[in-house]
């Protein structure tokens, strides 16, 4: 997959990425899509096209477990989101709902850089920049369930969680 | 407890917990499937996890007498549309069988608390982050997202990563006008947001040893706010004194072994510690109380899962007992259960919030997380006793919230600006 990067700081919240004043009053992703990000970026759903990245710094989706976070920035259009470091809830619901989440070195990562990225190698081209850089390998369980297109359709199919 | 098993060496706590329920000899880095005790979920996460349940195909819970949903983030509901989710709630729980704690029974995890749900050595999940606040009672609790807590409700079971841990040891007497609140702080300002991120905290020391179980709640409640997974501790005799009439089952309290392998440690000495404050817009934005005094506020609130507790409310009555809070200042109090309702009631707690000119709120979590019950308007500051101050967490990007102890919230609301509570008591 081939996008741009909106690039943002450390510690981003989960409040940033979508407010509990929308989050608890729907359960609409298209609706609370239209407000991701928008206390840090009021402009952000404007600049965005579907299929681009989210590049942030340390400790992504920090703060509470609302799984609205992740859902609301794939029903935003958002293909994958870096990091060089995600908080664990967002890690986990973000793979449950099969939004990949990338943990990777994005410090050479500006705002507006083209990027493709091959989820199978966990290889990211940075075409702006001519260069390369690999992500962190997921746990297996981690891959199986982004396989099956999340934790939802993994539990449809078998029932229980398994490790091997 | 000895586990079986070839390469069985010393253990953390949640280590322990892990290897017992998952059956498996299991030490930090391990990916492993394990049985939970209890689920939990809110009026937040449920309508979420409801429909990943159906999603999964669920027609039965794994987790029957063993799953509680609560309805307090937004209670009484505020908006038409928050109803309706609520009553999808209602009706979910009477289908499958969920004890539901309603409107005014309090915050999600005081209720789990009082109903002795989670208890020592136990394998607690909750769609709520602050779950992490049952590791005060040897619980290890961890925070979860919809889908996880469905999987969990669906099966039995789910899968966790064996957590590095981060000893804290924390020595010292605590000084008067200084409470679990600023240990707290303290050290969410010093292992910082990110400081503890998938690990498991271990605190333990002679100041935790002198504290009562709501001020080592407090302290577990943060825990996620440096990042970590757990914030354990363990048991004693006041533990086990609180579950006391609150269970049934033999309680079975789990302590590290000797030689247990710790990624890291931290000590702490107290004796010193003044008031803290988190500043805008981040938890670990600690200041000494003195740096932010003589800021005004508009807004004060005690309560929330981190310090809407007996001895919170005490603290608070300590100070606004004959005053009056300040002209242009409100006062926003909310016990965190109907339990701690009832006996404030008794001690005359609520008489005095009344009198003072505070308002008192049902039992739930206020306006912790901006959707009613006090929302601030553009260019305000709040003092807050709660445990995020992100821009926004209240219900407006443009006002500014302060975290402190329940001491220095109210000591800043008499006055009208920050104050240090030691000035006053």
Redesign the interface.
């Known amino acids: 997959m081939k996008g741009k990067a909106h690039r943002f700081g450390d510690?981003v919240?989960t409040?940033?990425i979508i407010?509990?004043?929308h989050?608890?009053?729907?359960?609409d992703m298209n609706e609370l899509a239209c407000h991701v990000m928008e206390?840090l970026d009021p402009h952000f759903t404007k600049r965005l096209k579907k299929g681009d990245f989210l590049v942030a710094g340390?400790?992504f989706g920090?703060?509470?477990?609302?799984?609205?976070a992740p859902?609301a920035l794939k029903h935003a259009g958002v293909a994958a989101v870096l990091a060089s470091?995600f908080?664990?809830?967002y890690f986990?619901?973000s793979i449950?709902?099969g939004l990949p989440a990338l943990v990777c070195d994005t410090s050479g990562i500006e705002d507006g850089d083209t990027l493709e990225i091959d989820l199978a190698t966990g290889r990211i081209k940075n075409i702006s920049k001519g260069s390369e850089i690999d992500s962190r390998p997921l746990?297996?369980?981690m891959l199986d369930i982004l396989s099956e297109g999340?934790?939802?359709?993994y539990?449809?199919k078998h029932?229980?969680?398994?490790?091997e | 407890m000895v586990l079986e098993g070839k390469n069985s060496v010393a253990k953390t706590i949640s280590e322990k917990i892990l290897s017992a329920h998952s059956g498996k000899d299991a030490s930090a880095g391990d990916l492993v499937v394990a049985e939970l005790d209890f689920v939990m979920a809110q009026d937040g996460t449920a309508p979420l996890a409801i429909r990943a349940f159906e999603g999964m195909g669920g027609d039965s819970i794994a987790m029957a007498g063993r799953a509680a949903l609560c309805i307090d983030h937004s209670a009484p509901s505020p908006l038409r549309a928050i109803s309706e989710l609520h009553a999808l709630m209602r009706e979910f729980a009477d289908k499958y069988g969920l004890e539901l704690n309603d409107v005014g029974e309090g915050v999600c995890h005081q209720v789990m608390l009082d109903k002795g749900h989670a208890l020592p050595g136990s394998l607690v999940i909750g769609a709520d982050s602050h779950t992490c606040t049952y590791g005060a009672v040897n619980a290890f609790a961890t925070g979860v997202g919809s889908t996880d807590l469905a999987a969990g409700l669906l099966s039995g079971s789910l899968w966790f990563r064996v957590p590095e841990t981060m000893k804290v040891t924390i020595d010292g007497k605590l000084p008067a006008g200084v409470f679990a609140k600023d240990i707290a702080l303290m050290m969410v300002g010093d292992i910082t947001a990110d400081g503890a991120t998938y690990m498991a905290l271990e605190v333990g020391g002679a100041a935790i040893a002198d504290l009562g179980l709501d001020g080592r709640l407090t302290i577990s409640n943060l825990a996620v706010e440096m990042g970590a997974k757990a914030g354990l501790m363990e048991a004693d005799q006041k533990t086990l004194a609180f579950f006391d009439g609150r269970t049934s089952e033999k309680l079975a309290p789990v302590s590290p072994d000797a030689g247990a392998a710790y990624q890291e440690e931290r000590e702490y000495d107290i004796s010193g510690l003044g008031p803290q404050v988190a500043k805008p817009h981040t938890v670990d934005n600690i200041a000494p109380v003195e740096e932010v005094e003589g800021t005004p506020i508009a807004e004060g609130l005690i309560g929330t899962c981190t310090n809407g507790r007996l001895e919170d409310l005490r603290a608070a009555v300590e100070i606004l007992r004959g005053k009056k809070v300040a002209h242009g200042v409100r006062l926003i109090v909310a016990p965190a259960s109907r339990e701690v309702m009832m006996q404030a009631l008794r001690e005359g707690l609520i008489e005095v919030f009344t009198e003072c000119g505070g308002s008192v709120m049902c039992p739930g979590c206020a306006s912790c997380v901006g959707t009613h019950q006090g929302i601030p308007g553009d260019g305000e500051n709040v003092i807050s006793t709660a445990n995020r101050n992100f821009k926004g967490r209240m219900g407006n990007p443009e006002a500014c919230i302060y975290l402190a102890s329940p001491a220095t919230v109210a000591a800043s609301c008499v006055a009208g600006e920050i104050t240090d509570p030691r000035r006053v008591m």
């Open positions: 510690d919240n409040d940033y407010s509990g004043r989050k608890f009053k729907t359960l206390d340390k400790n920090c703060g509470s477990s609302r799984e609205q859902l470091s908080a664990r809830i986990r619901n449950n709902n746990p297996r369980v999340g934790l939802v359709e539990m449809r029932g229980r969680l398994a490790i």
